[in-house]
């Protein structure tokens, strides 16, 4: 049975993606998608791969609730979602709900969507967060090896200009990030205690932007309480993702390049010092796929009980 679903919050990059992946899964029927900037226009002639005669609203809270839609996505700026959840929960409990921003990751009611270390812990809920894209790869980065630390983990983060989203500023100014790469929130980013708070370990990260459109990558320091062979490490990284399609355990590091587009993760580099008690660990995947609307599909499928990786590539082969 096809599930109608909707979009609050479809003008940015992401909320692109969201239409391309949703018009792949035939038992999802878009109903709506809510843009005041791109009101009245057809969402064919912003995206490729929608052909409908769907045009943008501009939708207010209780407009979105009376759509009574199957599925609704907030795809919206952080502190946003709230009047959004509130009217739904009123008008139309059942909806499924699932929030890209980082406003319910940290709320226990909600379940926190990060299918390949939360996947058991999914109950049915109606309520879904959406884990941030940073948060993802780190979290991937430190979960097979979370119970040998002897101290935090230190992660250095780069991304792509795209993940700080539309509205215009300095992070996403590419005069100014020209031959550039430029630090912000160097503590206390929204990711650090995401991360940290689901891992149940303290997480240090440092984010930085660069003159590239999409795409991040996170190198993690990694101080163990008791020496490992490399071959150890290796061996307990496959353990945790060689069943997860869209987790890709590498021997060599990744590199960013290699991952715009596409909708897995890679993870590899496993370099270890001499002692056997520092590893480092190289991430990378698509802030905008794997980072965001990859992730929220493997969630809402879930949920509407279809495969977790129908409408998802698994080719990854680039689009120009």
């Known amino acids: 049975m096809t599930k109608s679903i909707g979009i609050v919050g479809a003008r940015g990059h992401t909320g692109a993606e969201l239409i391309r992946l949703i018009s792949a ?4 029927e878009l109903a709506f998608v809510s843009s005041r900037e791109l009101a009245g226009q057809r969402v064919s002639e912003h995206s490729d791969a929608y052909a409908g005669e769907l045009r943008y609203e501009a939708l207010e809270p209780e407009a979105v609730a009376a759509k009574r839609a199957d599925v609704v996505i907030l795809a919206l700026p952080n502190g946003k979602a709230a009047p959004y959840v509130a009217a739904i929960e009123a008008a139309a409990p059942d909806t499924l709900l699932l929030d890209l921003s ?7 009611s909600w379940y926190y969507g990060l299918p390949e270390l939360t996947r058991d812990r999914w109950r049915g809920e109606k309520r879904i967060s959406n884990p941030g894209c940073y948060a993802t790869a780190i979290q991937l980065s430190i979960a097979p090896l979370k119970d040998l630390l002897a101290a ?3 992660c250095f983060g780069v991304s792509g200009y795209s993940g700080a989203g539309t509205t215009p500023s300095d992070k996403n100014d590419p005069e100014k990030l020209r031959d550039n790469l430029m630090p912000y929130s160097l503590t206390g980013h929204t990711h650090e205690k995401e991360a940290s708070r689901h891992l149940g370990v303290p997480v240090e990260f440092m984010p930085h932007v660069a003159q590239y459109f999409r795409g991040l990558t996170v190198t ?4 163990l309480a008791r020496p ?12 945790a993702y060689d069943a997860e399609p869209l987790v890709r355990v590498l021997d060599e590091a ?3 390049s290699r991952i715009a587009h596409r909708h897995h993760a890679e993870v590899g580099g496993f370099a270890l010092s001499a002692d056997g008690k520092r590893v480092v660990v ?11 609307a990859t992730q929220a599909m493997q969630n809402i499928n879930r949920a509407i009980g279809s495969p ?9 082969a680039p689009r120009p």
Do not use: C, M, S
Not at 25 to 28: D, F, G, R, W
Not at 308 to 316: S, T, W
């Open 254 to 256: 990744p590199w960013v």
């Open 25 to 28: 899964q035939p038992a999802l």
């Open 308 to 316: 977790e990786l129908v409408g998802i590539p698994l080719d990854d």
């Open 220 to 223: 993690t320091n990694l101080y």
């Open 152 to 154: 935090p983990p230190v």
């Open 102 to 108: 980082a406003d319910y990751r940290f709320d226990a």
């Open 282 to 292: 190289v991430a990378t995947l698509d802030n905008l796929l794997k980072g965001a």
């Open 228 to 239: 490992l062979k490399r071959e150890d490490v290796l061996a307990r990284f496959r353990h």
